[in-house]
């Protein structure tokens, strides 16, 4: 069973910067696709960045220039580097995998808390 277990929110400052980890494993197969979403109270969860086999985008146009998403295949790690918080920035990040060779394609995270306050 493919697990992703998520680490590094908190509590940050306005300004500040946090980095998460997003760890893949129980699968033969390294995810074809690892992602990092965002949900805030009341809000839709949203894409902010992806990363493939070759090629790291961050899609969220609001965190453009402050956040970058990249991977680490040995380890099976996808990174999320948030710089500049900001307030509107607060809400549960969650990592998600696609990999196509498993009979569950899409696997999430549990979710991990970023707070931006002074």
């Known amino acids: 069973q493919v697990q992703l277990v998520e680490s590094g929110g908190g509590l940050v400052q306005p300004g500040g910067s946090l980095r998460l980890s997003c760890a893949a494993s129980g699968s033969r197969w390294s995810p074809n696709t690892m992602s990092w979403y965002r949900q805030s109270p009341g809000k839709e969860r949203e894409l902010v960045a992806t990363?493939?086999?070759?090629?790291?985008?961050t899609d969220l146009d609001s965190v453009k220039g402050r956040f970058a998403i990249s991977r680490d295949f040995a380890k099976n790690t996808v990174y999320l580097q948030m710089n500049s918080l900001k307030p509107e920035d607060a809400a549960v990040y969650y990592c998600?995998?696609?990999?196509?060779?498993?009979?569950?394609?899409?696997?999430w995270g549990q979710g991990t808390q970023v707070t931006i306050s002074s």
């Open positions: 998600h995998a696609f990999i196509k060779a498993e009979s569950v394609n899409d696997v």
């Open positions: 990363a493939t086999y070759d090629r790291n985008t």
